[in-house]
């Protein structure tokens, strides 16, 4: 009796491109989701940035005049530059506040953009 023992090497190359393969496919997953978790927490910092900027204006009980600001933050290590556009509303008391907060120096992809109107404060 002839018993075989063993794989072949045809066996072993199947099992080794069917691991390959498994392992290509948890790499791009893991890839993906690094990828996902960094975008998020830029923009959670971004969002928090345009918070501030409101947050402050509001503060300050500033009424800001029409046009165009920007500026530059940290938050969370990271660098931030935002760009307000304040505009009129119908009603003369409200301003329309757009704040736009880009990551690093980049200025073509907003991380985070906020809307908030502001009240005159009566004094």
Do not use: C
Not at 33 to 50: E, K, N, P, Q, Y
Not at 80 to 91: G, H
């Amino acid at each position: 009796m002839n018993m075989r023992r063993g794989f072949t090497l045809i066996e072993v190359l199947v099992a080794l491109a069917i691991l390959a393969v498994a392992l290509a496919a948890a790499l791009r997953a893991t890839s993906a989701s690094t990828d996902a978790a960094l975008t998020l927490h830029t923009r959670m910092l971004a969002g928090w940035v345009a918070q501030n900027h409101l947050n402050e204006l509001r503060a300050r009980r500033l009424f800001p005049d029409v046009g165009r600001s920007e500026g530059s933050a940290t938050q969370g290590g990271a660098h931030f530059t935002w760009q307000a556009e304040v505009s009129a509303s119908p009603n003369r008391s409200f301003r329309r506040v757009e704040v736009k907060v880009y990551a690093g120096g980049q200025t073509d992809y907003a991380a985070a953009t906020l809307v908030s109107y502001l009240a005159q404060v009566q004094r």
